[in-house]
């Protein structure tokens, strides 16, 4: 199984920097995927990492470490539009997902 | 638009009663998914379906059913609904292999009495 650990809320105010950490423990690791929830709606795919190292797409990066069980998603330059709920998740061999909590980032003018 | 279908998108029930979430996909993907939300507890995942004509149990199964009878279509049963099934319920669909993202439908809130 998947024990997936995240902060449950941020705060950061409009144009900063933010970066949500993401551990795990897994039985059978197949790839770490970020999505982004907005309150009532559906989850939408943001990053996938495989292997070690930072993926960017835009003003969005994710890391990953997986001998140290460890990602991170880098948000920069926030907009008042990046607030929302952003969720960790690990595939197994199965390609199923388990996922994270998930992490309420707030920003603020 | 392609994507993936929920229906209802609303539904109150009293215990007991049998409920059908529908969910259906025009992408074609391999893979669907059905996944329950609540508060604090993230996503967690009640059955799933690798190809048509197989499916498994997820992290969640008790009290719930489902069946692939075909590509498109992948319905979750819930026989005797009982009140902590109260939830938000997304369905999802991948392509096994390459990035794998999930797609999600826009969720059936479901209120057990």
């Known amino acids: 199984g998947q024990n997936i650990d995240q902060p449950t809320e941020m705060t950061a105010t409009e144009g900063a920097i933010v970066q949500i950490n993401c551990t795990y423990q897994t039985s059978g690791f197949n790839g770490l995927f970020w999505y982004q929830q907005h309150a009532g709606e559906a989850p939408t795919f943001l990053s996938y990492?495989?292997?070690?190292g930072l993926e960017e797409k835009g003003r969005f990066s994710s890391f990953l470490s997986r001998s140290k069980g460890y990602s991170y998603l880098l948000l920069k330059e926030l907009q008042m539009k990046d607030s929302a709920s952003y969720l960790c998740a690990v595939r197994d061999q199965d390609y199923k997902l388990s996922f994270g909590a998930g992490t309420t980032v707030t920003v603020r003018a | 638009i392609a994507g993936i279908t929920q229906a209802p998108t609303s539904q109150i029930l009293a215990a007991g009663r049998r409920m059908t979430l529908r969910c259906t996909q025009d992408?074609?993907?391999?893979?669907m998914y059905w996944y329950r939300q609540d508060l604090g507890l993230g996503l967690r995942l009640i059955h799933y379906?690798?190809?048509?004509?197989?499916?498994g149990k997820g992290e969640v199964p008790d009290g719930y059913s489902v069946s692939r009878a075909n590509t498109d279509d992948f319905p979750l049963t819930l026989a005797s609904a009982v009140p902590s099934q109260t939830s938000v319920y997304f369905c999802?669909?991948?392509?096994?292999?390459?990035?794998?993202?999930?797609?999600f439908g826009e969720g059936s809130r479901l209120t057990v009495l």
């Open positions: 999802a669909s991948s392509e096994t292999g390459d990035t794998g993202e999930l797609f």
């Open positions: 992408m074609r993907h391999n893979a």
């Open positions: 990492n495989v292997l070690d």
């Open positions: 379906s690798n190809t048509a004509g197989t499916t």
